[in-house]
């Protein structure tokens, strides 16, 4: 697979980079075999890494999907190879422990799972879109049990993983719909599992989002943001759109397409929508009509609404590694309060390299991060 797509538009300076970490995946596999017992897998996100396995083919082509993940993780590590490497050897090795491959045929209760997240289509570039829910939830059913919500979660993000071709798609969008979510409802089992679920996310999946919407945000959580905003890097307001309730079904149709939304969402569903607009959003909205859905190399149902493990394994982070993905702060449950409120930005010129942008800009600033997660724990302590 030698044709270029939209996600490999790099600069020559990381086109360096990632022919450097190339040439150490060997040894960066047999680096991950000597941390554990469990056999290692040279295949991350349904993509060999190993040019043995791909590049040496008959028709002698490279396979560009690889550049696009090492370039993930050299992202998240601002660059540094030896970083991005061990990055890299410590999520082989958790991939490994946490038995990846086979939590695609794991099952999880419907009546539990079923109303907390699914993948639903894609937006008008092709993306997967997540959907989480925090609103109405018992929160020690769906968090009580760490280890199961783990195994979900990580089941739910590997499944749109799956979907991307890293040719043309190479992240996904998330929404977190906050309807219904209360600002005493934030306890015990959610500070646990989002706490977790944040560090588990950073640690393995770098540079997975590409926009997450907050969906339905209740007035109060403008002031709780506020005061987060100030632990926030650019790059992380950048790809962060919080819309009010009345303006959710409107902003999603314009940035999904409302033909790819769920039901609840389409604005022809809803029978009043008041004037409020976009509560804070520094993402530029993406049309979803000019640009035909890309080619995916999986699929989800789109009437699919849980990804089922249930099978046990280790969720233990990687040490040493520090938050810097929204996954991140995007994958797992997040406190049941929006992100930032921030001022909204001008529109920003279109340029050459829109996407590639898109791509690298798409994480969680790491101490600003930390700090924020910090913040959230002694506000939690305090309810």
Request: with cysteine; proline share 7%.
């Amino acid at each position: 697979m030698s044709l270029l797509g939209k996600a490999q538009n790099f600069t020559e300076g990381e086109v360096e980079l990632i022919a450097q970490l190339r040439e150490q995946l060997s040894q960066v596999i047999e680096d991950a075999g000597k941390l554990t017992s469990v056999a290692i897998s040279s295949t991350i996100w349904g993509v060999p890494l190993l040019p043995s396995a791909v590049d040496n083919n008959e028709e002698g082509e490279r396979d560009v999907r690889v550049d696009v993940i090492l370039h993930k993780f050299l992202k998240a590590r601002s660059g540094d190879i030896a970083l991005a490497r061990q990055m890299l050897t410590n999520a082989l090795k958790w991939r490994a422990e946490f038995n990846i491959e086979g939590i695609l045929e794991e099952e999880f209760p419907e009546d539990v799972f079923g109303k907390v997240g699914f993948i639903h289509g894609n937006d008008g570039q092709g993306r997967p879109v997540t959907y989480n829910f925090y609103g109405n939830l018992d929160n020690k059913q769906v968090f009580g049990d760490l280890d199961r919500f783990l195994r979900w979660r990580v089941q739910l993000h590997e499944r749109g993983m799956r979907m991307l071709d890293f040719v043309n798609v190479a992240d996904m969008i998330q929404v977190h719909d906050y309807d219904g979510v209360s600002v005493f409802g934030y306890d015990k089992f959610a500070r646990a599992a989002s706490k977790a679920t944040v560090q588990l996310m950073s640690d393995n999946y770098p540079e997975s989002l590409a926009t997450k919407i907050f969906a339905n945000v209740p007035g109060w959580g403008e002031t709780v943001f506020n005061v987060i905003c100030r632990w926030l890097s650019e790059d992380t307001k950048r790809k962060f759109v919080v819309v009010s309730k009345a303006s959710a079904p409107r902003v999603l149709a314009e940035r999904i397409g409302e033909a790819n939304l769920p039901e609840k969402f389409r604005p022809s569903n809803v029978v009043e929508e008041e004037k409020s607009d976009v509560v804070a959003s520094t993402a530029e909205p993406e049309s979803s009509t000019t640009e035909p859905p890309l080619p995916q190399t999986a699929h989800v149902d789109q009437n699919e609404s849980v990804p089922r493990p249930t099978s046990r394994g280790s969720h233990q982070s990687n040490s040493g590694s520090s938050v810097n993905d929204s996954q991140d702060a995007d994958m797992l449950p997040p406190p049941p309060v929006p992100p930032p409120v921030v001022t909204a930005a001008p529109e920003l010129e279109p340029q050459p390299e829109a996407l590639v942008s898109e791509t690298a800009g798409m994480r969680l600033d790491d101490t600003a991060t930390a700090d924020a997660q910090e913040f959230e724990d002694k506000r939690g302590a305090q309810v």
